[in-house]
């Protein structure tokens, strides 16, 4: 037994070199080949523009120190200019309250008011002839109250009013009524900046003269003889919450249902029609739209118009998609690239990947039509999202790639300095 031993140790191989070796999946050769090229995507646009002006510095050098120069001089200049207008007066400055962001819209009674991405809504004091957040000094951390205005009041040409008018505009409850906004009304800035709490409106606007509200926001700490413009946001409608069980989603998410896109209502004759089609979700929509468009048009029939069709779709597209990808291939080897909504992300032919972008006609077609296939026969879907999750190079590809440039400057430095001393 130990000479047998013996001689396959002297004949350099073992016991495991006599088992055949597995062949790589075709998953893992699809991943490779995409890595590959996701690492040359990185490296060429970071070394082509490098070695080019490193070949050229010898020339550039004396413009570079020169535009140093200019920069340092206008900074300067900048600098003095700076320094007289903050020793200015305060009272010389046209101070005005703003929001920073538009309200999410629709707006329903009972429910939180929110600004634009459900974010919360922010207000701030500006400088209006600059532009810029008053982050220090007189008003930088003052008490602002949100109120509601009137949907109409739009104060004089240039939209400018007085704190009278302003005031006039202030739209209360009706009688026998809670306060028409309750919650966190008063906000307190800092360095000119404040976030607007919890509100909520009470009522609907149905019942004022434009049947529309604004926000309002207006200092509540004296600034002696500054006047301080307050703000005011776009006019919007407040509808009664019953409304909100039937109110769309913005942005809509892939699992919501499609009557929560624009145009289509819950239980209506476009939602019965893409029920019938087994188009039950928001998701299951964008995939017919980006796999036949055609088809999703001719479900929802005349009955929707052309603009009715683009507000819907339009609305669809802002879904939130993630970054899964899924990876389908034919017999032949052959592969294609998608997301979950059947977008095409790259295809695979012989060994050669090419991402969307630089797909022919003809190849965007193949690779939609093998999409079709892959949703007609999802378990042969391949996930990719578990080992491929980033477009982004990996740290250790960023370190690679970080070598290897270094490596090829200290080439071309060791090039240029031979070829000045020759």
């Known amino acids: 037994m130990s000479k ?14 006599w088992r055949p070796r597995k062949s790589p999946s075709f998953k893992s050769v699809v991943l490779d080949v995409m890595n590959i090229q996701r690492l040359q995507n990185f490296m060429v646009p970071v070394l082509e523009p490098l070695i080019r002006r490193v070949v050229s510095s010898s020339y550039r050098s004396r413009l570079v120190k020169e535009e140093v120069d200019s920069a340092l001089t206008r900074y300067i200049i900048c600098m003095k200019r700076s320094s007289v207008k903050d020793i200015q007066p305060s009272e010389s400055r046209s101070l005005q309250l ?11 009674t009972g429910a939180r008011i929110e600004g634009e991405g459900g974010y919360n809504m922010e207000v701030a004091l500006v400088d209006s ?15 602002v109250e949100i109120v509601v205005l009137e949907g109409d009041f739009e104060g004089d040409e240039r939209c400018h009013w007085t704190a009278e008018e302003f005031k006039l505009n202030v ?37 004022t003269r434009s049947r529309k509200f604004r926000l309002g926001a207006r200092l509540l700490d004296d600034m ?6 307050e703000a005011r946001s776009e006019p919007f409608i407040v509808r009664d919450h019953r409304g909100e069980l039937y ?36 998701q299951d929509f964008l995939v017919l739209f980006h796999l036949d468009p055609t088809k999703l048009r001719t479900i929802l029939g005349s009955g929707m118009s052309t603009k009715m069709w683009e507000a819907t779709v339009d609305h669809a597209r802002t879904c939130v998609v993630d970054e899964k990808l899924l990876l389908y291939n034919t017999c032949d080897n052959n592969g294609v690239v998608f997301d979950v909504v059947g977008q095409v992300k790259g295809l695979l ?3 050669i990947y090419g991402s969307a972008d630089d797909l022919s006609e003809s190849e965007k077609v193949e690779a939609n039509e093998m999409v079709k296939k892959a949703f007609a026969d999802r378990d042969k879907i391949i996930p990719l999202d578990d080992e491929f999750q980033s477009q982004e190079p990996s740290s250790a590809e960023i370190r690679f790639c970080a070598g290897t440039i270094i490596i090829i400057i200290i080439i071309i430095i060791i090039c240029s300095s031979s070829t000045r001393i020759a």
Request: proline content about 5%; aromatic content about 6%.
């Open 224 to 229: 002696g003889d500054i006047r301080v413009m």
């Open 98 to 108: 703003q929001f920073l962001n538009p309200i999410s819209l629709p707006v329903f």
């Open 129 to 143: 002839r600059s532009g810029m957040v008053v982050s220090h000094g007189p008003g930088s951390s003052v008490k």
């Open 171 to 207: 739209v209360r409850e009706r009688e026998g009524k809670k306060p028409l906004l309750t919650g966190d009304v008063v906000s307190t800035l800092r360095e000119g900046r404040g976030s607007v709490g919890d509100i909520f409106f009470t009522d609907n606007s149905s019942w």
């Open 349 to 351: 032919r012989e060994g």
């Open 247 to 282: 109110k769309k989603h913005y942005p809509p998410s892939l699992l919501d249902q499609v009557w929560r896109i624009e145009k289509i209502g819950k239980d209506g004759a476009f939602h019965r029609r893409l029920k019938e089609e087994g188009i039950n979700t928001v």
């Open 4 to 17: 047998k031993r013996l001689q396959r140790d002297e004949d350099g191989s073992s016991s495991q070199d």
